[in-house]
Each structure stands twice: as C-alpha cells, then as structure tokens.
C-alpha cells in the first residue's frame, strides 16, 4: 500500500524524562523541574520549533510501575506526573501552531469532564485540541475511585465502552449548534436555545442527557486518538479515532495493520495511521548504541517496549520513515527515550533530513490540528437533521 501522500506527519510522545526508565539519571535531564510548568512549554516549545504536528501527554489514573496491572515498590524510577490536560491547558497560551494532545483514562472519567476539558482546550488553544483516549485494566487504579471492579481478562468490555465514551464526548461537543451563541445586547438575547440539544445517550455503559455547558469548540469536534496493538483496539481506532497510534515492527507488518484497519472503517474519511517508535539518536549508530546499552546497564535490564525501538542518526531513521510510509502510515509518533536529548535530535537532525527529502513541511500552513492533519471540520450532527 503506498503512502497517502508524499509528505508525512511527525509527533512526539512527552513522558516524564523520556520513555527509558533511566532516563532522569542522564546530565542533561531536569527531573527536578518536572511538576513545573517551564518544563513543559520548553518542550512543546521545542517540538513547535521542528515543525511537528502534535505532541501527546502521557497520564494515568496510579503511579508508574513497571507492571502494567500492579504496583511495584521501586525508587529508581520516575514515579509522579501533572495531569496531562492541564499540562496542555498551560501551554497552549506559549504556542502558536502546534497540535496538544493529553490523555484521558475514560475507564474512571465521566466523559462530560472530558468532553468539556477538551473542548476548554480547544478554545484555550484557538482550535489545536486533540485527545488519546487509554483504557484502564488496573485493579490499583480502579481502588482510587471504588466504583468498580475491573474483570480480569475484561480488555474487550472496555474498549467497548471506550468506543461509547467517544461517542458522548462527541455528542456533547455537537450539543450546541455553531451560531447557537447570539450575544445580542439589544434584544438582550445572549443565546439560541433552540440550538442546545440534548444528546439523549443510552447504553450499557453511560446515560447522558446533555447538553454540554461549553458551546461547540473552534474545531466542531477536536482530534481523536487511540493506541491500539491488537484488532479489538483496531476497531476502535475505525470507529471512534480520527488517528490511530500503532506498533509495526517492519514496513510489511505497518501495510498490514493499515489494511486491517481500513477493512474495520465503514466510510466517512480515513483514520491517520501514525506508526510509534521509541528512539536513540545521536550523531553516530554507534553512539546511540552505546548509550542505549549504558542506560539500560544503570536501569539493571535491557529496555522493553510495545513500540519497535530503534538506535541510529536521524538519517538513518529517515530511511526507515520513508520505507514505513510508502508502506502506508501516513505519521510517526516518535518517543523521545531520554529528554531533551532525543527531542533535540529529532528537532535539530532528523526534521532537516526529511525536509531535504521532501517528506515534511518547511512552515505551518494551517491554523487547526484537524486541518494540519488534512481533516475537514465535521458538520454538526444535530443542525444537520434540523435542516434536512
């Protein structure tokens, strides 16, 4: 399958000090600046300098571990964070083009928080809003609310509910109407309530009445986003995302993962497809090597991931870019293993390369996230069947 086009989007995954768990031990890190603000507009800051799309801003609902369904009791780790949205909520005002795009857990979120919180994003960021939605299958986090027990083995629930929590957040984004606002001071008409609308949501899961207290946000709906590894997750990226985050391991196993992902979308426009990497990058293969090898000798064991990781110069990941979107992913989200180290790399070496290649952009040509990523602004659903 060839790539959408002959240019492809670039972002980066922001986690604590870089995705390698030794990563806050490096020289350059700045584990004490991390619940500051500063920290966090120099690093979106500094994706917005390399021209990337989007940044995502990990979170979750429990303290880092290194077992994704239970608590560990290390010390040698990064453990603590902000919460994503409103890491995006402050930096937003510090930037002027690039996409923000926190995580929200909507296993424990209401989605009329969430639908409201991205869509003040939204405004906050004059339309450059998106959001990843993550499940949650851990029995620590579930105990920090006490609503619910979480099933063992109850992956495919989840993201069943995941893909209705979508669908309220998207209601509720739709709830008023455009030009629902009149603010007519002489009539002293402020709004149309004959624009509101109740979204009416009834499901196994969620029964929402609507409408949203926060009129239709600068994008109509801001962007979607899901991980997903296996195809009860890539059907929810067909269904719910309007990018999905995916982890091939070659250009074969990427133009599959596309394929079965267009095979689960019944119409409308595509989902963007961006492939995940965690990445060393470093001025020789062998330097980036050697350092891989060093951190994970002070981490006490090799690095693992779910995302390909790759060890290289920013040209030699280039080569490896241009193959996987001929492929067919249309975007990379790259990993930053150690910040700002791998950020710069990124910034300073590997956006020149695929710029001198004519695979990425030389400015900003667009005002929106959805319009950076070639995605048109949806009509909205219930002024639609009013008029038809």
């Known amino acids: 399958m060839p790539g959408s086009s002959k240019t492809l989007h670039l972002a980066v995954a922001l986690?604590?000090?870089?995705?390698?768990?030794?990563?806050?031990?490096?020289?350059?890190?700045?584990?004490?600046?991390?619940?500051?603000?500063?920290?966090?507009?120099?690093?979106?800051?500094?994706?917005?300098?390399?021209?990337?799309?989007?940044?995502?801003i990990e979170d979750g609902l429990a303290l880092q571990s290194e077992h994704p369904l239970r608590a560990d009791d290390r010390t040698d780790r990064v453990r603590g964070r902000l919460d994503a949205t409103l890491i995006a909520a402050r930096?937003?005002?510090?930037?002027?083009?690039?996409?923000?795009?926190?995580?929200?857990?909507?296993?424990?979120?209401?989605?009329?928080?969430?639908?409201?919180?991205?869509?003040?994003?939204?405004?906050?960021?004059?339309?450059?809003?998106?959001?990843?939605?993550?499940?949650?299958?851990?029995?620590?986090?579930?105990?920090?609310?006490?609503?619910?027990?979480?099933?063992?083995?109850?992956?495919?629930?989840?993201?069943?509910?995941?893909?209705?929590?979508?669908?309220?957040?998207?209601?509720?984004?739709?709830?008023?109407?455009d030009d629902a606002e009149i603010r007519d001071v002489a009539t002293g008409r402020f709004v149309d309530v004959a624009k509101l609308h109740y979204v009416d949501f009834e499901g196994p899961w969620f029964s929402v009445k609507g409408p949203s207290i926060t009129p239709r946000p600068p994008q109509g709906q801001p962007v979607v986003a899901a991980l997903a590894h296996v195809d009860p997750a890539y059907r929810l990226v067909a269904s719910s995302a309007d990018v999905g985050?995916?982890?091939?391991?070659?250009?074969?196993?990427?133009?599959?993962?596309?394929?079965?992902?267009?095979?689960?979308?019944?119409?409308?426009?595509?989902?963007?497809?961006?492939?995940?990497?965690?990445?060393?990058?470093?001025?020789?293969?062998?330097?980036a090597r050697s350092r891989r090898d060093r951190l994970d000798e002070v981490a006490g064991r090799a690095l693992r991931s779910d995302a390909e990781i790759f060890a290289g110069t920013p040209a030699e990941l280039a080569d490896l870019l241009a193959q996987w979107h001929e492929a067919g992913a249309d975007g990379f989200r790259l990993r930053p293993a150690?910040?700002?180290?791998?950020?710069?790399?990124?910034?300073?070496?590997?956006?020149?390369?695929?710029?001198?290649r004519g695979l990425?952009?030389?400015?900003?040509?667009?005002?929106?996230?959805?319009?950076?990523?070639?995605?048109?602004?949806?009509?909205?659903?219930?002024s639609t069947a009013s008029t038809s």
Do not use: C
């Not at 990425?360 to 219930?382: K, Q, V």
């Open 15 to 56: 986690d604590g000090t870089g995705w390698h768990p030794a990563s806050w031990r490096e020289p350059d890190a700045r584990p004490a600046n991390l619940l500051t603000a500063g920290y966090w507009t120099d690093l979106v800051g500094e994706a917005e300098r390399g021209l990337l799309d989007f940044v995502t």
């Open 91 to 177: 930096v937003a005002p510090r930037t002027r083009h690039i996409g923000l795009v926190p995580t929200v857990i909507a296993t424990h979120t209401e989605p009329f928080h969430a639908s409201k919180a991205v869509a003040t994003l939204d405004y906050v960021s004059s339309g450059r809003a998106g959001v990843r939605i993550q499940v949650s299958a851990s029995p620590v986090a579930a105990r920090h609310f006490g609503r619910r027990v979480i099933p063992e083995g109850g992956g495919a629930d989840l993201l069943a509910e995941a893909a209705d929590y979508v669908e309220v957040v998207r209601r509720l984004w739709d709830s008023w109407e």
């Open 245 to 287: 985050f995916v982890t091939p391991h070659d250009a074969r196993e990427t133009t599959a993962i596309v394929e079965e992902i267009a095979g689960h979308r019944a119409g409308g426009p595509a989902v963007r497809v961006f492939a995940d990497l965690v990445v060393f990058l470093d001025a020789t293969a062998e330097a």
């Open 338 to 356: 150690t910040l700002p180290h791998d950020l710069l790399q990124i910034t300073d070496g590997l956006v020149p390369e695929l710029r001198a």
């Open 360 to 382: 990425f952009r030389a400015s900003y040509a667009h005002s929106t996230l959805r319009e950076s990523l070639g995605l048109s602004r949806p009509a909205n659903r219930y």
